[in-house]
């Protein structure tokens, strides 16, 4: 008989209140966890306060029937997880021999005196499962306190992911009597907005309940997110599928990748495919379209360089725009932004060139409304391809959206 999991993930720690990092964890371990068929019903950060991590396991252990806790477990004083859920369970703590070894292996090869408080790490609770680290000093630990099966983990995310796939999945696996599998999916588009996705999609996002659709806006474009529901991954895949084809039939001549794939990738992926080269010129961007592409592995085999040139003495004497162009026309023209990206072109001896230019705020230049942007792309057998944009939102909102819609741009006309 099947077991339903109310899972909670908690995450311990100061710096994640702060900003200070991502608590990509949590993500993580939902996605884990929902692979196996358990519904994830709270997220929770709690900083290092012993009080509040205690109050926060209290609240855990009222509504949830498996916690998991990650961070906390290290060697300094403001790691508190073990000393909460002491305070809540009054289980004792006990030193893991296997782990203190370890620990004190891992000094004496650095030549290193061990400080008084690494032990610490190797405290566990009494009658708990303990899982050795494979790649740093605390074990994870799983065990039951009042119906309730409580997993700590470091927070450090290589750790907590070798434990999670070597010990906590096979573990949870146990715990259910029936496994039910859940799966999702990313979609990824780009030259549509939203609300005509959904328009076109309509009818399909109402009848289906399995998958479930979930169009969603974000900053790289339009995502629709598949998930669904089987008792094997075969059949949670047949279902995608299905589902996937339905959709690309509507609106397949917008769709780019999928889950982690993205644009810029993409882009990168058609100009090996076609022996292309790009080069960049850019002005309201300021070399963020160089830095975008550059993250993507490979791209030193495509991207030849970037100039930037912000004021009108640069696209002069750098880029060798025509004085008249900017006297007549001005810097923010279609005019200037056919003349850079054939210059960029040129200089880097390029197969394409796409050049930037526009106002990015916060006030007009040269008559033009903030956010009026130029993109145009060069092909050296002659051929523009220029586009004028008026783009809403602050100075940096503004040179975001530029530099995504100029690897849309390019993206089509690679396509």
Excluded at 19 to 28: F, S
Excluded at 208 to 226: D, F, H, M, S, Y
Excluded at 264 to 292: C, H, I, P, R, W
Aim: hydrophobic share 40%; net charge neutral; proline share 4%.
């Amino acid at each position: 008989m099947s077991k339903e999991l109310q899972a909670e993930i908690i995450a311990v720690g100061t710096e994640l209140l702060l900003g200070q990092i991502a608590n990509t964890n949590a993500q993580w371990l939902s996605e884990q966890l929902a692979n196996q068929g358990v519904n994830t019903y709270h997220h929770t950060v709690v900083g290092d306060n012993l009080q509040r991590v205690r109050e926060t396991f209290e609240m855990a252990q009222k509504r949830s029937n498996i916690v998991i806790v990650t961070g906390g477990l290290g060697p300094t004083e403001d790691d508190l997880t073990r000393e909460a859920f002491q305070q809540l369970s009054t289980i004792p703590l006990v030193e893991h021999e296997p782990s203190m070894c370890k620990i004190r292996a891992y000094f004496e090869k650095q030549q290193a005196v061990m400080t008084p408080n690494n032990p610490k790490q190797a405290r566990v609770f009494e009658g708990a499962t303990v899982w050795m680290n494979p790649v740093g000093m605390a074990p994870g630990m799983k065990l039951t306190y009042d119906g309730c099966t409580w997993v700590f983990l470091p927070g450090v995310p290589k750790e907590m992911k070798a434990l999670v796939r070597e010990y906590m999945i096979p573990s949870i696996q146990k715990l259910l009597g029936k496994k039910e599998i859940i799966k999702s999916v990313l979609l990824k588009f780009t030259g549509i907005g939203e609300s005509k996705l959904e328009h076109e999609l309509q009818d399909i996002i109402h009848e289906q309940t399995n998958p479930t659709i979930a169009p969603l806006a974000q900053e790289e474009g339009i995502v629709i997110r598949l998930t669904a529901k089987s008792d094997s991954l075969q059949k949670a895949d047949q279902l995608l599928q299905e589902t996937k084809v339905k959709i690309f039939s509507r609106v397949g001549q917008y769709a780019y990748g999928e889950d982690h794939e993205t644009l810029e990738g993409k882009v990168v992926d058609l100009l090996l495919a076609k022996q292309y080269t790009v080069a960049a010129a850019e002005s309201l961007t300021g070399g963020a379209f160089a830095e975008k592409i550059t993250t993507v592995p490979g791209s030193s085999n495509v991207f030849q360089g970037s100039m930037v040139t912000y004021t009108n003495t640069a696209k002069q004497n750098t880029l060798h725009v025509p004085k008249e162009i900017l006297e007549t026309n001005g810097a923010v023209s279609e005019e200037c932004a056919e003349a850079m990206a054939k210059q960029a072109a040129a200089k880097f001896s390029s197969t394409i060139g796409i050049a930037f230019t526009g106002v990015a705020g916060p006030t007009e230049m040269e008559g033009k409304l903030v956010g009026t942007v130029y993109i145009s792309i060069y092909n050296d057998n002659g051929t523009f391809v220029t586009r004028k944009f008026l783009f809403p939102g602050d100075r940096n909102a503004i040179r975001r959206k530029t530099v995504l819609k100029g690897f849309e741009l390019l993206y089509q006309t690679l396509k």
